[in-house]
């Protein structure tokens, strides 16, 4: 059995930056493929971030590159994603999957394994 937690999340104003971290209890010794996505009301839960379960290769969608930065700590199995220059558009439910397949770029979700999320508000 996997588990997930994210926390980090809050109110900001525009340009303001947040930290989320996500927290994965599974199998002892286990490294996860993880990613983080958003949804917004009304809108379908999208992707953000992904990274490679080593740490080294990660994924951004457009929106975010430049301002957003994904790293785990695999001592740990803990994934961060850093989130600078945030805009009003950044406005939604952050979640952390684990246990998905990131392959050449693209990260598949494991459907079993997501955070309860954490809302991030920016406000103008």
């Known amino acids: 059995q996997v588990q997930v937690v994210e926390s980090g999340g809050g109110s900001v104003q525009a340009g303001g930056s947040l930290r989320l971290s996500c927290v994965v209890h599974?199998?002892?010794?286990?490294?996860?493929?993880m990613g983080w996505f958003r949804q917004a009301p009304g809108k379908e839960r999208d992707i953000v971030a992904a990274?490679?379960?080593?740490?080294?290769?990660?994924y951004y969608t457009d929106s975010v590159k430049g301002r957003f930065t994904m790293s785990k700590d695999n001592d740990k199995e803990v994934a961060y994603l850093q989130m600078n220059n945030l805009k009003p558009e950044d406005t939604a439910v952050y979640y952390c999957?684990?246990?998905?397949?990131?392959?050449?770029?693209?990260?598949?979700?494991?459907?079993?394994?997501w955070g309860q999320g954490t809302q991030v508000t920016v406000s103008s």
């Open positions: 999957n684990a246990g998905g397949t990131y392959y050449s770029g693209h990260y598949h979700p494991n459907y079993d394994y």
């Open positions: 599974g199998r002892t010794g286990a490294r996860y493929d």
């Open positions: 990274i490679h379960w080593s740490g080294t290769t990660t």
